[in-house]
């Protein structure tokens, strides 16, 4: 017991007689006056109380509970006093462990200012120090001069040891135990970083060397041009000067005569139609030669009377022909075949269509559906539309034209099958489903929202953090739906365009998963209100303004279409978007920003939330869906079975 004015001890067989070790009650005598009960000790037991001190005791680290006192002599005089009482005891090494795991990093290494190594946390295997175990002490040397004597908060430099780099983070501390200066130090393993800047240099070098050959080369063929004979040199072109409209002219001529015309004879008009690129009146190669080289070019644009600025534009930029690849009718009729079942393999489907599935399935489905009829598109245009955005679909590995032919077919199917065509659905709106599952992911960079609006990409501040992604895709799309040799809607009325764009966007943009539990619910709440009144509640939902929901519904159980596939193909869609999610964090990573949660290569990824995903999202989605559509119950049915398997799985690793 101390009284409040000298910090004394009241009674002499206390343990605390020399002022070094009381000195620490001097800063709590006022809080103890005001009445204030303090608990408060040394090292990382002290972050449990709000108002930490050392308390040293020999090699011991003792908790120290201060009480307020009033004590009264003989003479009825009243002194406030402070009651110490010692709680619990640790020794040094415990206290700097504890201190160590409170401060988080795992791979920390502590030392004093001689280079005594004082703990280090707790994933710090034996090799990771191996940096301190030869040139240790100069190097300790250095950061103690650099840190207590020039003053520099951070140190970062990196190491090669055996196979591997280190990172390392050096910075000034205390001694958690005395607070004497320290040296923390945190270690990041940039091995894998360190091969790919190896590997992108030896591309360099490679590609280097490949240049000066090339130029080596071109300096030979050089003076072989000036030193050849041009008339003997001269290149013969075989340019095919037969136009689309003279072969169309030659096959009709041949069936007015009443002359038999080959089935062989029929598919090459009917290619070379296809690949057509607006002028019929143009030689077929035309842009074949022009192509091959600006002399070839120049002399070909002389024959059609081609400006020639013209065609030195187009050769400056490298211009490639933007045509069609038609696709033999045959492979298309066996492509189709995979339609039609809950089952579909969109990998497959995309090996059938020779890397062309998105625009195949979508002339096919918006054909069939009868909507190119309906609105009298141009299917001309339509394919070139739909091919565009193929095209504009990235090589990610999960966003990419494969995906959005399975929302495609998802959206073909729920439509088609799960019930939703016996209901009161409009061929504009089932268009419009179409074309959002067509292009929803139009130019993704493979990259998600948060990491866009974290990096302030011009992306997020175009659309001022507000659904980035979403608003992109379907800007972009419709940019391209408005060029003359892709708008095959220009066709249909003021009226029809301004339902389909306002419609397409709000579906496109109810695909951002921000949206995703307040459709879900709206949707749920209608349903179980409309089943309320009638037996055939589907019907009624479409009849009235939550047709709007049912939509919005279809492409987001389409946009989730992998978790009701066969668990197979199941697993090898988490696989791609989880590598999508590392590629992420590995530009993170390189950009230093921190790197997004399961995108970390070197942790946990997204297998490890599977469960979680299943129990929040994906069951009570389709749980939703399909007590609704009836016609859809086979695909809650499915991701039940791929849920059970996650279950299993988490089992497996848990043993």
């Known amino acids: 017991m101390l009284?409040?004015?000298?910090?004394k001890p009241a009674n002499k067989d206390q343990d605390c007689t020399d002022e070094s070790k009381v000195s620490f009650v001097e800063m709590r005598l006022r809080a103890v006056e005001n009445g204030e009960c303090i608990a408060f000790l040394q090292g990382a037991a002290m972050r449990l109380f709000p108002m930490p001190t050392a308390a040293v005791d020999g090699d011991e680290i003792v908790e120290v509970v201060a009480k307020p006192y009033r004590f009264e002599d003989h003479d009825g005089i009243v002194t406030p006093c402070c009651l110490l009482e010692v709680i619990e005891r640790l020794n040094p090494d415990?206290?700097?462990?504890?201190?160590?795991?409170?401060?988080?990093?795992?791979?920390?290494?502590?030392?004093?200012t001689s280079g005594k190594l004082l703990t280090r946390g707790r994933q710090m295997g034996s090799s990771m120090s191996e940096l301190f175990t030869s040139d240790g002490e100069d190097l300790l040397r250095e950061m103690v001069q650099r840190l207590f004597h020039e003053g520099e908060n951070h140190i970062f430099s990196q190491h090669e040891i055996g196979d591997r780099w280190l990172s390392l983070d050096i910075q000034a501390s205390r001694d958690p135990v005395t607070y004497n200066p320290a040296i923390l130090v945190n270690i990041n393993d940039i091995t894998d970083m360190k091969r790919a800047e190896l590997d992108l240099m030896r591309e360099n070098i490679n590609m280097a060397e490949q240049g000066r050959d090339l130029q080596a080369e071109n300096t030979r063929l050089q003076k072989r041009l000036v030193t050849a004979d041009t008339k003997s040199a001269r290149r013969q072109l075989s340019l095919n000067t037969e136009t689309p409209a003279d072969v169309v002219h030659d096959l009709l001529n041949r069936l007015a005569s009443g002359r038999k015309v080959s089935i062989s004879s029929a598919q090459t008009v009917q290619q070379i139609l296809w690949e057509c690129d607006g002028d019929l009146h143009s030689p077929i190669d035309l842009h074949q030669h022009m192509s091959e080289g600006e002399d070839a070019g120049m002399s070909i644009a002389q024959m059609v009377n081609a400006p020639r600025a013209h065609v030195s534009a187009m050769l400056s930029k490298k211009w490639r022909r933007a045509s069609l690849d038609a696709i033999p009718p045959d492979v298309t009729h066996r492509a189709i075949r995979l339609t039609g079942r809950w089952d579909f393999d969109s990998f497959a489907f995309n090996e059938e269509t020779r890397g062309r599935p998105l625009s195949t399935l979508g002339s096919w489905v918006l054909e069939k559906e009868g909507l190119v009829t309906q609105y009298n598109l141009d299917l001309r245009k339509l394919c070139k539309f739909l091919r565009r955005v193929e095209d504009g679909y990235p090589d990610n590995p999960y966003h990419s034209r494969i995906h959005a032919t399975a929302v495609l077919h998802m959206t073909y199917m729920l439509i088609s099958q799960g019930g939703v065509m016996k209901t009161a659905f409009e061929p504009e709106t089932v268009m419009c489903c179409y074309l959002a599952a067509i292009l929803h992911d139009y130019k993704h960079p493979g990259l998600n929202a948060d990491h866009l609006v974290n990096r302030r990409s011009s992306l997020a501040l175009r659309y001022n953090d507000r659904s980035p992604l979403e608003n992109h895709h379907i800007s972009s799309a419709w940019r391209l739906l408005l060029r003359p040799e892709c708008n095959f809607l220009d066709g249909v009325s003021e009226d029809v365009y301004r339902g389909i764009r306002d419609m397409t966007i709000d579906l496109v943009l109810s695909t951002d998963m921000q949206h995703h539990f307040n459709i879900v619910s709206r949707f749920k709440r209608g349903a179980q209100s409309k089943g309320a009144e009638s037996t055939n509640s589907s019907v009624e939902m479409l009849e009235d303004s939550s047709s709007r929901l049912v939509q919005q519904m279809i492409v987001k159980v389409a946009d989730l279409s992998h978790v009701a596939a066969?668990?197979?193909?199941?697993?090898?869609?988490?696989?791609?978007?989880?590598?999508?999610?590392w590629r992420q964090g590995d530009i993170e990573r390189e950009l230093g920003m921190r790197v997004s949660h399961m995108m970390n290569r070197q942790g946990g990824g997204i297998t490890d939330s599977q469960m979680g995903f299943f129990e929040i999202i994906a069951l009570p989605t389709f749980e939703a869906f399909s007590s609704c559509f009836e016609g859809a119950r086979t695909l809650y049915q499915r991701v039940q079975c791929n849920?059970?398997?996650?279950?299993?799985?988490?089992?497996?690793?848990?043993?």
């Open 566 to 581: 066969p668990t197979e193909e199941h697993r090898k869609w988490v696989a791609l978007l989880q590598e999508e999610h």
């Open 643 to 655: 849920y059970k398997y996650w279950l299993g799985a988490a089992g497996e690793s848990s043993r």
């Open 3 to 7: 009284d409040s004015t000298h910090a």
């Open 94 to 112: 415990t206290a700097r462990d504890l201190e160590m795991l409170y401060e988080a990093p795992m791979k920390t290494l502590l030392f004093d």
